[in-house]
């Protein structure tokens, strides 16, 4: 109740404040040099935590940034999520989930061992599969840390590419970024911190039942 609580105040704050174009975002993003792109790729690494559809970050950071600009940070925090997201998996769920299943998917899991990087880059090129899925289901998988690392580089360049193209293509899309990209980055936001808080909750729950 409370998160969206906080989502439809996040929302009604971006539909009726007087929101800067994306004109005026860019040059703002633009003075403030390395330190900003830097704030953009740790903001956007947490973003693509969650199960948020990482071709609109790519499009909306192709918006703001440009081509150039937007397609390293876009590189970047893809690859910094899926590292992160990999490494949660694997040191927090892993145990768990091969005594859940115990041998029944032995098999599985050795072929993905072998065919890591094979998979891997197979699972970003679909682009109906979520890309915080594929990070957490090879971090509770056999997928060796380098195959994965290897396919999700190769994996992002093609659809990050053309997503961030496409956003750096003001023209083409005017209308919905002048009208939305800087309401989504609110939302974003919002969505963010309302995560972090419920994440905070729930460990402090946690904490609780077991003492």
């Known amino acids: ?3 969206l609580v906080v989502l439809a105040a996040g929302a009604v704050a971006a539909l009726t404040t007087d929101l800067p174009s994306v004109g005026q975002l860019r040059a703002d ?24 559809p990482r071709s609109v970050v790519s499009v909306l950071l192709g918006g703001l940034l440009g081509f150039g600009a937007g397609l390293t940070v876009a590189m970047a925090a893809g690859m910094l999520a899926a590292v992160a997201a ?5 040191g ?10 115990g041998p029944r998917l032995n098999g599985a899991d050795r072929s993905l061992t072998e065919r890591g990087f094979a998979w891997v ?13 594929v990070s957490y289901g ?9 195959p994965f690392l290897a396919a999700t580089a190769v994996g992002l360049v093609p659809s990050t590419v053309v997503q ?11 209308g919905w970024v002048d009208g939305g990209a800087a309401a989504l980055l609110v939302v974003l936001a919002v969505l963010l911190l309302a995560g ?9 729950a946690r904490r609780g039942g077991a003492s």
């Open 138 to 146: 090879a971090g509770l998988s056999g997928v060796r840390p380098a």
């Open 29 to 52: 993003l633009d003075e403030g040099g390395l330190g900003t792109r830097l704030l953009l790729v740790a903001g956007s690494t947490a973003v693509l935590l969650a199960p948020v």
């Open 121 to 133: 880059l197979t699972a970003r090129l679909i682009p109906v599969l979520p890309f915080a899925v």
């Open 164 to 174: 961030v193209g496409l956003g750096a293509s003001v023209p083409l899309v005017a």
């Open 196 to 204: 972090a808080g419920w994440w905070w909750h729930r460990r402090r």
């Open 86 to 90: 990999f490494a949660l998996s694997r």
């Open 92 to 101: 927090l769920g892993r145990q768990a989930a091969l005594q859940w299943a």
């Open 1 to 3: 109740m409370v998160l």
